[in-house]
């Protein structure tokens, strides 16, 4: 079984400020990595995903995450935020092999503010 | 483009009334997954189906049912409402299992 582990329950941030959210997993086999993103009121959307190759994967909206295989990690930042990425972040795991639902954490909220 | 697409928006129920979450996807894909989310719990599986003609159970299955109808339609049914099923429910699809998951809008269910 996986587990994800999002240490972080709120971060506050001011605009233009770096922020790293954190997110740590545990599987005893090989995983895919995956950042969603919920704005208010809203379902869940995919920010950035990892797979294989690059370990750094970025989106489209300035994110990135560097997925760390020996500290079981996959932490997401951005240099400088905005007070549009004001959402709620989670981090969830499935097993590479296989067919599998994926394990989501219980999420980070950030907060931006002025 | 739609995408996943749930019905309604928000329902407030009395206990022990029932209900039945439609939901319907556009996008040809295989599964179809049941979530709901809690302040401070995440989003926790209830039910999902891996493809058609199959469901199973996942995280949190009690005093829910499911239905998959045909290729493009999950529904999730309470029989028999509690307070405890106050929460936000997300339909979602992926192509399989373990691939990128696309989630609708979201229900507000309220028990009184």
């Known amino acids: 079984a996986q587990s994800v582990t999002q240490l972080d329950s709120q971060v506050p941030v001011f605009e233009e400020a770096p922020v790293e959210l954190r997110c740590n997993y545990s599987?005893?086999?090989?995983?895919?990595l995956f950042w969603y993103v919920q704005y208010p009121n809203q379902g869940l959307q995919l920010l950035l995903k990892?797979?294989?190759?690059?370990?750094l994967v970025e989106s489209i909206n300035g994110f990135e995450a560097e997925f760390n295989k020996s500290q079981t990690s996959f932490h997401l930042r951005k240099p400088s935020v905005h007070i549009s990425d004001t959402a709620e972040y989670f981090c969830?795991?499935?097993?590479?092999?296989?067919?599998?639902?994926?394990?989501f954490g219980k999420g980070t909220m950030l907060l931006v503010s002025p | 483009n739609a995408g996943v697409t749930q019905t309604p928006k928000f329902q407030v129920l009395k206990t022990g009334q029932s209900m039945t979450l439609q939901c319907a996807q556009d996008?040809?894909?295989?599964?179809m997954y049941w979530y709901r989310q809690d302040p401070g719990m995440g989003l926790r599986l209830i039910y999902y189906?891996?493809?058609?003609?199959?469901?199973d159970k996942g995280e949190v299955p009690n005093g829910y049912n499911v239905s998959r109808l045909n290729k493009r339609e999950f529904s999730l049914r309470l029989e028999s409402a509690a307070p405890s099923q106050t929460s936000v429910y997300f339909c979602?699809?992926?192509?399989?299992?373990?691939?990128?998951?696309?989630f609708g809008e979201g229900s507000w269910l309220t028990v009184v």
């Open positions: 990892y797979l294989s190759g690059s370990t």
């Open positions: 996008m040809n894909h295989n599964s």
């Open positions: 969830a795991v499935t097993p590479r092999s296989g067919y599998s639902t994926l394990t």
């Open positions: 979602a699809s992926s192509g399989q299992l373990g691939n990128t998951i696309y």
């Open positions: 189906s891996a493809s058609e003609g199959t469901t």
């Open positions: 599987s005893s086999v090989s995983v895919y």
